[in-house]
Nanobody
Framework: VQLQASGGGLVQPGGSLRLSCVAT????????TAWFRQVPGKERQGVSY????????FYADSVKGRFSISRDNSKNTVYLQMNSLKPEDTAVYYC?????????????????WGQGTLVTVSS
């Protein structure tokens, strides 16, 4: 399976962006997808998680109430709607998928990663 993330860009504080993560290839065994973000010099941080088949969703505390994750299984696509963006949301955002059952927002639990898309929140 391969992942392609897109949708990043420059947005003013308080603005919105929607990221997309499209999966191609044999996705049958990959039962969850998550978004992570990373800034230079810091560890990759889990942002949000969604399971493929049972609808479980998790968010990092820092984005609860502002970000919303969803998926369209017919398009093998996961979305991250980001509202009320803050400068501290600036990062490269990665989507990842897993066949395993580790903690939902732990990077080490994910097998396949997309290439990342840059989100910059600045006035």
């Amino acid at each position: 399976v391969q992942l392609q993330a897109s949708g990043g860009g420059l947005v003013q504080p308080g603005g919105s962006l929607r990221l997309s993560c499209v999966a191609t290839g044999d996705t049958l065994d990959y039962h969850a997808t998550a978004w992570f973000r990373q800034v230079p010099g810091k560890e990759r941080q889990g942002v949000s998680y969604i399971s493929t088949y049972d609808g479980r969703i998790f968010y990092a505390d820092s984005v609860k109430g502002r970000f919303s994750i969803s998926r369209d299984n017919s398009k093998n696509t996961v979305y991250l709607q980001m509202n009320s963006l803050k400068p501290e949301d600036t990062a490269v955002y990665y989507c990842a998928t897993t066949r395993g059952w580790g903690p939902p927002l732990m990077a080490g639990a994910f097998d396949v990663w997309g290439q990342g898309t840059l989100v910059t929140v600045s006035s």
